[in-house]
């Protein structure tokens, strides 16, 4: 841990991931009749904090996978969520999301909606400037009647900027859904990363949406921290709490994700000449 994270006491990063792993391995799921917020396509990591999108991504012929798990109280339900990632060129990436929801509401099980979709950043950062993408996705009907709108189309833009050791995102994202019954939703989300250390840094998100049921619904802050573990492998740990609503009252958030191929490390050959 030392030579991950120099200057880093074990106990501060302990404390932390043994809170979360007793939550995350309690079962207490209470009935509830509030509306479960519903994921869509995410941000593979490291190319984004939480749930906001950064303007980078994969590389050409670069790939990536993501677990994560989600603890939410009030409404209390647990989330498992898959995500693929595909450099297609070294400005288009392409992702998938395959979220299941576990114990809401009287311990009610199934698969949300699986989302896909594409980003394509169109300016690269400058000196001044910031990298901006475009993002457009869509959901098939795959989920379970609860936890699905019939599916929906996305489109969105991303604004991404590094000043030192900070990196901020912007997200725009508007979501129509495939069932009349639901309204359009609208995600406003802005995040930061600070760059503590080369292979540690420190997150914050402020999420904001108006949801299918036609209302400002969830505003949520979120913090945390991102640590690679090892070449290519990222582990992020977080907790949310709802600043509006306090629905959910807080979320606890962990996913590993790991980027694949690795680079190949030149090696630099010194000949003597006797």
């Known amino acids: 841990m030392k030579a991950l994270l120099p200057g880093y006491p074990k106990k501060v990063l302990l404390l932390p991931l043994c809170a979360l ?5 309690g079962v207490f799921f209470a009935e509830c009749s509030c509306a479960i917020d519903l994921k869509g396509l995410q941000p593979l990591p490291p190319y984004g904090v939480f749930s906001t999108f950064s303007a980078e991504g994969l590389k050409k012929g670069k790939a990536g996978i993501a677990l994560g798990i989600e603890r939410s109280r009030q409404p209390d339900y647990y989330r498992i969520t898959g995500s ?5 060129t070294d400005n288009i990436e392409f992702d998938v999301t395959i979220p299941y929801v576990s114990g809401w509401n009287n311990n009610t099980d199934g698969l949300e909606d699986i989302s896909l979709g594409f980003k394509y950043r169109i300016i690269d950062e400058g000196k001044y400037g910031p990298s901006v ?8 009907y ?8 019939d599916g929906s189309i996305s489109g969105g833009v991303i604004v991404s900027k590094k000043v030192g050791p900070f990196s901020g995102h912007i997200n725009a994202i508007y ?3 495939n069932n009349s019954r639901f309204d359009d939703e609208i995600t406003l989300a ?3 990363d600070f760059a503590a250390s080369h292979n540690f840094k420190l997150l914050g998100e402020l999420y904001g949406r108006k ?18 573990t090892a070449e290519g492998l990222f582990t992020t740990l977080g907790i949310g709490f709802d600043v509006k609503n306090r629905s959910p009252e807080y979320r606890l958030l962990l996913s590993l994700s790991y980027l694949f191929p690795l680079e190949k490390r030149q090696i630099k050959r010194i000949y003597e000449e006797e």
Do not use: N
Request: proline letters at 2%; zero cysteines.
């Open 21 to 25: 792993f007793s939550f995350f391995t």
């Open 190 to 192: 802005t995040g930061v």
């Open 142 to 149: 795959t989920g379970k009647e609860q936890f699905s709108t």
């Open 211 to 228: 949801s299918y049921s036609g209302r400002l619904d969830h505003v949520e802050f979120r913090v945390g921290y991102r640590v690679m």
């Open 133 to 140: 993408a475009f993002l457009l996705a869509a959901s098939a």
């Open 175 to 177: 979501s129509r859904p």
């Open 84 to 88: 693929l990632g595909y450099g297609i």
